[in-house]
């Protein structure tokens, strides 16, 4: 089975991240950027599969050229091979483009059959880019899963959300988003790392992937960020001393701010 990994470069989660002043997109340079961990597992979700059916796994980043970094390393945990799309024009853009460019570079993978994602990005956290993809080709899509089984053409999912879990099953070809249960990823080995060198990186521009400047960037975004403010700094909170009505203070505060 050929399966497709989408994967992103992120700010470090333990970095100070934080927008540009000039047009309030993602300041790249004020944090260390890593391969977003749910893509650590949507990868080893592919793996596993590939390990156990066969077939070959293809990982595609939509970002700038410092992304290879989080493509050697999906290559480095067992994937085959990569597309990288890299392009100035991207800059800014916005879920809804993102989707549809993915969407172009999914279509490029010969057998691709199945798609997997994070169920949601730690920097744009849209949750959204898989189901716009699936929809875009037309393929099934069963996001937000904790469990996967691929049986022949039928994919088998636990999908886990705050009001409980579903148990979904759709054909081939498919969207799937993975959270965090899915799956633990393993480390890349030594003889990973040194084969990922070697291991095939197409590189295209949007002219190369047919997609017109029109389509993307922040001047063509369906979203905009207005304004964008640091969060205050955390206050030491409100102390209540229990002078025996400790509880019926504790009581009014939480109605107070609507908790109760
Ligand atoms: C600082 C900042 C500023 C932003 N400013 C704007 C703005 O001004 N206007 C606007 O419209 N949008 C803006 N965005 C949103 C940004 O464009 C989105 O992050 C992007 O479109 C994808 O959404 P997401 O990562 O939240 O997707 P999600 O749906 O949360 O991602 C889920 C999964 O989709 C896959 N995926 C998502 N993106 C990619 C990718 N590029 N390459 C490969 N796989 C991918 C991954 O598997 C990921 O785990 C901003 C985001 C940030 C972080």
Known sequence: MNIVVLVKQVPDTWSERKLTDADHTLDRDSADAVLDEINERAVEEALLIKEAQGGEVTVITMGPDRATDA?????????????????????????????????????????????????????????????????????????????LEVDGTTVRAERETDTGIANLEASLPAVVSVNEKINEPRYPSFKGIMAAKKKPVSTLTIADA??????????????????????????AGQRVEDDGTGGTKVAEFLVGQKLI
Do not use: F, Y
């Not at 979203?223 to 640091?230: I, S």
């Open 71 to 147: 493509i050697r390393k999906a290559l480095s945990m067992g994937a085959d091979k990569a597309v990288h799309l890299s392009d100035p024009a991207l800059h800014g853009s916005c879920a809804v483009q993102t989707a549809k460019v993915l969407a172009t570079l999914v279509g490029t993978v010969e057998g691709a059959e199945l798609v997997i994602a994070g169920n949601e990005s730690t920097d744009g956290r849209a949750g959204a880019v898989p189901a716009m993809i699936a929809e875009i080709l037309g393929w099934a899509q069963l996001t937000q899963v904790r469990k």
């Open 210 to 235: 047919g997609i017109d400047a029109s389509e993307v960037g922040l001047a063509n975004a369906t979203t905009t960020v207005l304004e964008a403010a640091p969060k205050p700094p955390r206050t």
